[in-house]
Structure formats: structure tokens, C-alpha cells
């Protein structure tokens, strides 16, 4: 999506239709043959929040930086020591004792996120039945290991994880054949972008080069001489810093490709998708990193939570319909999450790439245009997301395990802080793996509610497939409204 597309008709101009016009713009747009996407000069938006993310990059980066600094080769080498006086131990380790273990977490996690990449593209079916099915297993066989080294804190959690996961999986099993139907055709439009594919290897690249300062601090803390309640709480504010970090990242690549997508959806018919000019991924990667990074950087705080939280209110809600009273505790949940999706959704970030504006405005035309077209039945139906975290959080964990017995080996008293950091890094460089092919479901969603003949020139029978679980997803939905009529009546 590039300035060179500024020379075609007025009639395929998405930038400067307003909602009001959508209907009567995609009805000319169906028409014509000669569809293209034109951008107007974008304004920046959100400007406040790309300026907070570059103050806590810049302010973190000296922080982390003075703290692996100050055990580095000598303890205590900046004497920071005398400021935790009162925490003191005795024991006290030096930055380099437990860098390297982080630089073997960062490999892993770039060798898993490749490899299941590559997975991905051949064996399509069997990597997304391992993602949801070998989850809850790998938890439960983590929970029995922190028990047996006496960790009951975190056996627990990894219990609790192991329970909720299972239960998440028996709600949602009869959705995950149409689940991986659309996997398998986000997975075949990233597979015939190239370009998408060094995107992610490149923003990779960036993270991996953010995770040698951030795990160089972190180690600094690991092997401070504080005790373990103000060791974990610094750990905690790294990892959320962290977690803010790989969020924005990820989310720039999703802007890109979700650009990079649209246009091959909106010119399929026209060009190879793999003989895109190269001004496509130019303007799209411009865009993303500078009038539309402050949206970015914004939605990365919240969307995250509040989809994960979602996705489990949606499935126990399914599955507890004959309990009225905790069908109703669930439902009050239920509707305050989905306010908040109103205003914080991933979809947000296709309008965000392919019209440039500011993220509350496009999770809420977002999802107007989803309401509106009757396809947010088939999005609410639609378990892609879920599975795809699945699989970042599996990757996270092998992360997490192996660091976690080189770690009970050589220090066996910071077993968990260690792994636990690890298992947080290999989740985001697992999941700038895994951003492309959400990002192409999420286009692909997007262009159905905007234009379905986008959809059906691109692969017809797919096209089939979607229209008729729309409908059965708009009658069932109707026959629930009519039981609930009927109930109250």
C-alpha cells in the first residue's frame, strides 16, 4: 500500500470514506474490476503514548544497564548496596553467573518460534491439534515438578493453569474444525508473502537485540545481595516492561502485515502476491513506526488482557446455561468485557494499517462494522487467537523448562526466578512468530465484513464455508434470543 496507488478512481478509495458511505463504496467497489487501495496523508494519532513508550525505553535502559552493570565481574561495583541495607543476604552473585542462561533462553525461543514456523507451513493440521491438545498436559507435568522441589506457590498456578486450560479446550472443541479451516487459509496468504515472513524475522531480530540489555539488568537482579521480596518485585516491573515491549512490537508487525494483506486480498486477481512492489511493505512499515505507533503503543497495554479474559468468559458461559445464578454473575462479566472489546480489540489494528487512524477509533468501527454485518457471530465463534496462544505459551514453557534445570543444577535457590523470566522471554519471541498468521486471520475477517467478493475472487470455495457458518451462527443466535423470549415470558 504505497503513495504510487493515488492515480486510480475515486470509486476505490478506503481512506476517506466515512462510515456512513461504507455500504454504498463497497457496492461500487464489487463492481469494478480495477480495485486498489488508496491512502490519503495520515496524521499522527495517539502521540502521548508513542512518547511514554519512548520515555520508558530510554529511562528502563539505564536502569537495566546499572543494574547488571553493578555485578558485573565485581560485586557491587557502582555500591548500590548501601541503598538495601536492610535487605542484605549473604549470599551474592556476580551479572555473569546468570547472563548466559538468558542468552540460551533467547536462542531457544528464536529456534522455536522459526521451527514452528516452518511446522506451521507444512503440517498445518497436526501443529494446531499439539498447540491445543498438549497444552494442559505440559502444565500438569510442570505443576508435579515445582511441587516435588517443594515450590507450592507455583505448583499451584501451574495446576490452576492445567485445569482452566482443559476446561477452555472441552468448551471449544466443537469450534475448532472451522477454527483451523481458517488457520489453514491465514496460513496459506502468509506463506505466499515472502516479504511478511523477513518482517517478522527482522522485528525478531530488534527484540532479540532489546532482550540482551533487558536480560543483562535482569540477571543484575537475580544476583543482587536483596532479598527475594524486593528481587521478585524488581523482576515483576521488568517483566511487564517486557511484556509492554514485545506487545508493541508484535503489534507493529500486525500492522504491517495486516496492510501488506488487505492489498493482496483487495488486487487478488491483478498480481502475484509474491510480485508485490516493493513500495507495499515501504509504506506499510513507514506508517507503522511512526503516524500510527503512538495507537500502537496504546493498544498494546490492554488489549492483550482483556481478549485473553474474554476468550475464557466465552467459553464458560457456553457451557453453564442450566445454573441461572451463575449464569448471571458470568454474564455481568460477560457484557463489561465485551464494553471494553468495543474499545480494545485486535482488529483495531487492520483499520489501523490500512486507514491510519487512531486505535480507539478503529476497535470501534471495528467492531461497529462486525455488529453492523452480522459477522461478529462468526469472530465470537472463530477460536484462531486462542489456539495461536496457545502455542506462544507452550513455546514459553519449553522456554521456561530447560533454563529452569540448567538453572536447579548449577543454582538451584533461583530456580524460579530464572525460569520464569525465560518462560516470558521465549513467549514473545514465540509470539512475533505467530503475529503474522493472526494478523492475516484478522484481515481476512475485515475484509469479509467490508467487502465478501474480496473474499470469494481470493478462493471461492473458503468464501462458501464462511457464509454458511455465518448463517448458521446468526440462526442459532436468533433461536437462543427466541428460548430466552420465551423463558422470561
Given amino acids: 500500500m504505497s503513495d504510487s496507488t493515488n492515480s486510480v478512481s475515486p470509486s476505490s478509495d478506503y481512506a476517506s470514506i466515512s462510515s456512513g ?55 557491587d561495583r557502582l555500591n548500590i548496596d548501601r541503598y538495601t541495607h536492610g535487605f542484605l543476604e549473604n549470599h551474592k552473585g556476580l551479572t555473569e553467573d546468570y547472563w548466559p542462561l538468558y542468552a540460551v533462553a533467547g536462542a531457544i525461543g528464536v529456534f522455536i518460534s522459526w521451527m514452528w514456523s516452518l511446522l506451521l ?54 469450534r475448532l474444525p472451522f477454527t483451523m479451516l481458517v488457520l489453514r487459509k491465514a496460513l496459506k496468504l502468509v506463506w505466499g508473502l515472502p516479504k511478511v515472513i523477513m518482517v517478522a524475522h ?23 545481595s536483596m532479598g527475594d521480596e524486593g528481587r521478585w518485585w524488581l523482576l515483576v516491573v521488568l517483566s511487564v516492561s517486557l511484556f509492554w515491549t514485545g506487545a508493541v512490537l508484535c503489534n507493529t508487525v500486525h500492522v504491517i502485515v495486516s496492510g501488506m494483506v488487505f492489498h493482496v486480498l483487495f488486487q ?17 512499515l513507514r506508517y507503522a513506526v511512526t503516524t500510527s505507533f503512538g495507537s500502537i503503543c496504546y493498544g498494546s497495554l490492554f488489549t492483550a488482557a482483556i481478549r485473553t479474559l ?78 495461536l496462544l496457545m502455542g506462544t505459551i507452550f513455546g514459553g514453557l519449553i522456554t521456561g523448562s530447560c533454563i529452569g534445570m540448567w538453572a536447579w543444577i548449577k543454582y538451584s535457590d533461583r530456580v524460579i526466578m530464572v525460569a520464569s523470566t525465560a518462560m516470558l522471554m521465549g513467549m ?33 470455495d473458503f468464501f462458501t464455508e464462511m457464509s454458511e457458518m455465518l448463517h448458521r451462527r446468526l440462526q442459532h443466535r436468533s433461536a437462543r434470543a427466541r428460548e430466552v423470549l420465551t423463558t422470561t415470558a
Fill in 21 to 75: 458511505d461504507q455500504s454504498l463504496q463497497r457496492s461500487r467497489r464489487s463492481g469494478d474490476g480495477n480495485r486498489a487501495i488508496v491512502l490519503e496523508s495520515r496524521h499522527w494519532h495517539d502521540v502521548f503514548w508513542s512518547a511514554i513508550f519512548m520515555i520508558h525505553i530510554i529511562c528502563l535502559g539505564f536502569v537495566l544497564a546499572v543494574l547488571g552493570l553493578n555485578r558485573f565481574r565485581i560485586p
Fill in 121 to 174: 507451513g507444512s503440517y498445518a493440521n497436526e501443529m494446531m491439534k499439539v498447540s491445543v491438545h498438549i497444552l494442559t498436559t505440559y502444565l500438569a507435568v510442570v505443576s508435579v515438578l515445582c511441587f516435588w522441589c517443594r515450590q507450592f506457590f507455583w505448583g499451584g498456578a501451574f495446576a490452576i493453569g492445567a485445569l482452566l486450560q482443559f476446561l477452555y479446550v472441552i468448551s471449544v472443541i466443537d
Fill in 202 to 224: 527482522a522485528f525478531t531480530v530488534v527484540m532479540l537485540l532489546w532482550m540482551s540489555l533487558w536480560s543483562f539488568g535482569a540477571a543484575g537482579v537475580v544476583a543482587s
Fill in 268 to 284: 487478488c486477481g491483478q498480481q502475484e502476491a509474491s510480485s508485490l512492489p516493493p513500495s507495499t511493505l515501504i509504506g506499510s
Fill in 310 to 387: 474474554r476468550w475464557e468468559i466465552r467459553g464458560f458461559r457456553s457451557k453453564i446455561c442450566g445454573n441461572e445464578c451463575l449464569l448471571c454473575c458470568v454474564d455481568f462479566l460477560f457484557h463489561l468485557v465485551e464494553t471494553l472489546v468495543r474499545f480494545f480489540n485486535k482488529y483495531a489494528y487492520v483499520q489501523i494499517g490500512v486507514y491510519g487512524k487512531g486505535f480507539n477509533r478503529s476497535a470501534r468501527d471495528a467492531w461497529e462494522l462486525f455488529q453492523s454485518t452480522g459477522v461478529e457471530a462468526l469472530v465470537a465463534y472463530d477460536c484462531s487467537g486462542a489456539v
Fill in 428 to 460: 514473545v519471541l514465540v509470539g512475533l512468530g505467530m503475529v503474522v498468521v493472526e494478523s492475516a486471520v484478522t484481515s481476512i475477517y475485515i475484509c469479509f465484513a467490508e467487502d465478501p467478493l474480496l473474499i470469494q475472487r481470493w478462493d471461492a
